[in-house]
């Protein structure tokens, strides 16, 4: 095939030998550059191709922009004047967007651009510009996903400084490491063949962070890069080198001695399908004509570049063909466009190319660069591209990395500061609870710290698994104010008893919460309980106390009834009969005394029912005794709306945030809000009532109580807030290592014996005890016990009727044998007294008289006596 080119003159007149010139494209690139020269060769293919294929026949006209803006506007001038171009391919750098689309723009021809980033407002102000590349955003998220994998949280970012460079492209990747937990440490532009580039690199070298994303360099300035990094021993062990598609995608077509400066280094590229058919027929073709036409380049595949400049020549003239002729209506044919290019779908999406959603990430080894795999947008890590693929979302699936150095363990990405240069930790001197943290000045105005903030941060930097130094720095100002002196970078840290809020965690990062979170409303305590008459109701529920009545008068039952024979006392009418079941009901739940019961199935009972009882008093004087004590002293607020409605003051530490929190959540009045900068003024304010609560930070209340145990007591809900943590820069590498060491000592115990030796001896009533612990015991506690005593009492019984029953007859026999035998010995006895006394009065007729003196009443018979002895 061979690409026609006419003059000026032919294009015009749309001659070319018999055939007609459907259309005229023009291009814009920079000759001198491999990117260039790739597109030109794509191009010069694109065109041949579809000339091929269609038979219509195109004209392209490529001018050389030298990379100088107004080079290439005043080509775009003379495409579009003396050439008569209808569409513009290919301005890269932003210099040259801009000018061009201004010119195409009032000259209503479309400019497709390389750019990797236009800004929507330059689509807005030149609606005939469109973006032939895709977006970059999803790139910016690959290199954050392999930053993520690999634990790194301090990015430094370097590009080159060309035109508004920095305010285009640099966004897209902070934002993006912001999702992954990362942050950028510093952002280095450089200017191209920046004789700085060594003073630069020397700055970031005393820096700690060792992670550097290079980004939107040309090829020229990345060989200077990295050749006078390696010369600094910068590109070694501890760090990382990642570079992205503007540098990776022309790897192939650096020389030997730049690939031996990028030994170790990871890089993102577009992905490129080289199993597409289309794509080896391409490579092939292009491979040839390239190494015929730039033999001096020594690498003649082709790069993404040229594969996205083929594609939009193909776009241009499949919209001309179409009916394009120019103007809007080429535009809008563009626009318009679908179909499968060398790199996959080309579709357009508000004046800008489809985004990519494959990437490759490869890694420089040897002479060449390894493929490790491959990064798809919304799904993660993979080894391979197809439909049986696995998707995970840390890269360390991929394999071995080999790093700069080469070393096989993963650089940490940063470096500890030196002893020259250590970390400045800001430490607050204006602590209202000086156990917490402690400042004393020493003479020469030296400040020394103490307290359980400095003695956890001291146990913390010794449990890290490296020596960390820093200098303690006293700042006498707000926290809010100190928390912004680390955020501007004044401080390294801020250290004691910090409160985490949403605000502060905007502008700096917390380490893990070192003390309980919450806030506690603390008021004053007075005894109220015991004065209730009906108190000794309470121990039982009303359920509980007929249970017991029941169970009590159905065991007395049975005993009376087995007893009631051998016991006269239970003998009577039906009138002492109840009473006396009622008296053995309430004679202290006892019915009997042992040694009076003759039945054996009485004792059975009795034996259980005693062992019920037991357990029923017993409970009940403990509960009765816990709610006379324990349960003694009440808070006399109960919420905060009862403060609210009476218009009743409260107080607080002074700390704006509880402030805050008291007015614009819980809805305290401005006025009513009381600051207090000491602990023993809370207590006298609660005392003399000045103010009817105290807000305080959960932990900080222990430690209040534990000074003030008598007559003040924590009420209502715990508002959740965050509690006391360390502060630190966005984005410090320390802060994982901070964190793990203060869940170390927690776990092992050390962070809760230092409590424990900060509360002291003393104990108080703390928020959960004032809750109902003891609330009225029910039958839910004994009814097994009542199971128990009521079945003995049921089978005794059952028993004892069923025996009954049996010895019925026996024993009405036996009564009439002794009613007979009884009346037998009674008439009997009558009829012998009668003959004594018959006997007796005669013989006191013979003698004289009864009075004579004694009477032999015989044997067997009583004496009487004589009158008047």
């Not at 009814?783 to 019984?797: E, K, P, Q, Y």
Request: net charge neutral.
């Amino acid at each position: 095939m061979a690409l026609v080119l006419l003059s000026s003159q032919e294009a015009s007149t749309g001659e070319l030998g018999t055939g007609t010139v459907k259309g005229i494209i023009g291009a814009i690139v920079d000759e001198s550059s491999h990117i260039g020269k790739e597109e030109k060769v794509a191009m010069e293919m694109a065109i041949d191709d579809f000339t091929c294929k269609n038979n219509e026949s195109l004209v392209l006209h490529i001018k050389d922009s030298g990379k100088e803006p107004l080079r290439a506007a005043l080509s775009a001038i003379d495409l579009i004047n003396e050439r008569q171009v209808q569409a513009i391919i290919g301005p890269q750098a932003w210099g040259e967007i801009s000018l061009v689309a201004e010119i195409g723009s009032q000259a209503q021809i479309p400019v497709l651009s390389f750019g990797e980033e236009i800004p929507p407002w330059a689509t807005e102000k030149w609606p005939f510009l469109l973006q032939a590349s895709p977006d970059n955003y999803a790139q910016m998220e690959a290199v954050a996903a392999i930053i993520q994998s690999w634990g790194w949280h301090r990015v430094t970012i370097i590009y080159e400084d060309i035109g508004s460079a920095s305010t285009r492209v640099i966004p897209h990747l902070p934002a993006a490491l912001r999702e992954a937990g990362a942050e950028v440490s510093h952002i280095v532009p450089l200017l191209p063949f920046a004789s700085s580039l060594s003073k630069e690199l020397k700055s970031l070298k005393r820096r700690q962070c060792r992670v550097f994303v290079v980004q939107y360099s040309s090829l020229a300035l990345a060989n200077h890069l990295f050749k006078t990094a390696k010369k600094m021993k910068m590109i070694g062990k501890d760090y990382v080198w990642i570079t992205t598609d503007t540098i990776t995608s022309l790897i192939h077509s650096v020389n030997a001695s730049t690939i031996s400066s990028m030994q170790g280094i990871l890089g993102v590229k577009r992905y490129i399908p080289e199993t597409m058919p289309c794509y080896r027929d391409f490579y092939s073709r292009f491979h040839e004509r390239f190494r015929l036409k730039h033999p001096e380049e020594g690498s003649y595949e082709p790069g993404i570049f040229a594969l996205q400049a083929y594609n939009a020549a193909w776009t241009v003239a499949m919209a001309i063909r179409e009916g394009g002729i120019g103007g809007q209506r080429l535009l809008k044919k563009i626009l318009e466009s679908e179909f499968s290019g060398l790199t996959g779908k080309i579709q357009f999406t508000d004046g800008k190319l489809a985004p990519m959603q494959i990437f490759q990430i490869i890694n420089v080894v040897g002479k060449s660069y390894r493929e490790l795999g491959f990064w798809t947008y919304n799904l993660g890590f993979s080894e391979t591209i197809d439909e049986s693929t696995t998707y995970n979302t840390s890269m360390k699936s991929l394999g071995q990395v080999i790093w700069p150095g080469g070393p096989w363990s993963v650089p940490e990405g940063w470096t500890r500061p030196p002893a020259s240069d250590p970390l400045k930790i800001g430490v607050p001197t204006s602590s209202v609870f000086n156990y917490l943290l402690n400042v004393e000045y020493q003479s020469g105005n030296k400040a020394s710290f103490s307290g359980f903030s400095m003695d956890l941060f001291k146990a913390i930097t010794e449990d890290l698994p490296f020596y960390l130094s820093y200098d303690l720095i006293g700042f006498n100002g707000t926290y809010d104010a100190l928390v912004d002196q680390v955020y501007l970078k004044k401080f390294d840290a801020a250290v004691g008893d910090v409160a985490i809020t949403a605000n502060r965690s905007q502008l700096v990062d917390f380490t893990q919460p070192y003390t309980r979170t919450g806030l506690v409303m603390i008021v004053p305590v007075h005894a109220q309980t015991s004065n209730s008459a009906w108190l000794f109701i309470k121990p039982f529920t009303k359920a509980m106390w007929i249970s017991t009545l029941l169970i009590t008068l159905y065991n007395s039952f049975v005993f009376w009834l087995i007893e009631r024979n051998n016991c006269l006392e239970l003998e009577g009418s039906i009138l002492n009969r109840v009473g006396t079941l009622l008296w053995l009901a309430f004679q202290t739940l006892l019915p009997i005394k042992g040694e009076k019961l003759h039945s054996n199935l009485s004792r059975i009972v009795m034996v259980v029912w005693l062992f019920v009882a037991l357990v029923i008093t017993q409970s009940y004087t403990a509960s009765l005794t816990t709610m006379l004590t324990v349960q003694s002293l009440q808070p006399t607020v109960d919420n905060v709306e009862v403060l609210k409605n009476n218009n009743v003051a409260v107080g607080c530490s002074g700390v704006s945030f509880i402030k805050r929190y008291l007015e614009g959540v819980i809805g305290f009045r401005h006025e009513n809000i009381k600051n207090f900068s000491k602990p023993d003024e809370y207590a006298k304010a609660l005392r003399r009532k000045e103010i009817g609560a105290l807000f305080i930070e959960a932990s900080l209340s222990k430690v209040f109580l534990a000074r003030h145990c008598k007559g003040f007591g924590v009420a209502g809900p715990t508002y959740q807030i965050g509690g006391f943590g360390f502060a630190f820069q966005k984005g410090s590498p320390l802060l994982p290592d901070i964190s793990k060491a203060i869940l170390n000592l927690s776990e092992i115990g050390k962070l809760k014996e230092m409590e424990n030796s900060l509360m002291g001896s003393q104990t108080c009533v703390e928020e959960e005890e004032w809750e109902d612990q003891h609330p009225s015991l029910s039958p839910n506690s004994f009814w097994v016990l009542f199971i128990i005593t009521g079945g003995t009492s049921t089978l005794a019984l059952l028993v004892y009727v069923f025996h009954g029953k049996k010895t019925q007859n026996n024993s009405l026999h036996g009564h009439r044998r002794i009613w007979e035998t009884a009346a037998a010995m009674l008439l009997t006895h009558r009829e012998n007294g009668r003959k004594l006394f018959s006997r007796k009065v005669s013989d006191a007729e013979n003698h004289g008289g009864l009075a004579q003196g004694p009477v032999d009443s015989g044997p067997g018979q009583p004496e009487f006596e004589q009158p008047g002895r």
